[in-house]
């Protein structure tokens, strides 16, 4: 996966899902990591990585794919699991659908949910720079008190992923929504 110049590949081990800078190649480095529940040494596991996330098969006696958002490689989060059936062979996601092959069922197929997923503001000077995933239609809103909430749509956030806005007067809070 690459992010702006960098380019990153997933690499799952004994101490769960890594995420490995390998922009040079001679010179691969961690930038993060992310416990997977069912990783063992002695436990096959597969990794697909779509988009923002990796998928993760793993596990012989409670196999699960595990969805893990890596939208910032240096800090990988587990959004989501599901139980399979079988101990899991090879992903692959195609569209919102994994693809899981395993030696008893031969495939199972798992729709996969949008993962509204708001990263971590960030404040730089005069401005407030937001950035989020979960697929198309998604909207930012924003409401300056909780007890009663006010959302109310940002402007200029239908159909993007990120936006700038001035940041001034009182506290605010955002959330996403799929409507």
Request: charged residues 15%; contains cysteine.
């Amino acid at each position: 996966m690459t992010r702006g110049t960098s380019v990153y590949a997933c690499v799952a081990t004994g101490a769960g899902l890594q995420v490995l800078d390998i922009t040079e190649p001679s010179k691969p480095r961690r930038v993060g990591g992310c416990p997977v529940s069912n990783l063992a040494l002695d436990a096959a596991f597969w990794i697909a990585v779509s988009g923002n996330y990796a998928y993760v098969c793993a596990g012989r006696f409670r196999p699960r794919l595990e969805v893990i958002d890596v939208s910032d490689p240096a800090r990988p989060v587990l959004v989501g699991t599901c139980e399979l059936s079988e101990t899991p062979g090879a992903v692959t996601i195609v569209g919102n659908y994994a693809y899981v092959t395993d030696a008893e069922w031969g495939l199972q197929i798992i729709r996969l949910r949008d993962v509204l997923t708001l990263n971590l503001p960030i404040l730089s000077g005069d401005k407030l720079t937001l950035s989020w995933s979960g697929g198309p239609g998604i909207k930012l809103q924003k409401t300056t008190i909780l007890s009663p909430a006010n959302w109310q749509d940002v402007t200029g956030s239908g159909g993007v992923s990120n936006i700038e806005l001035p940041r001034k007067g009182a506290a605010a809070f955002f959330r996403l929504i799929k409507p």
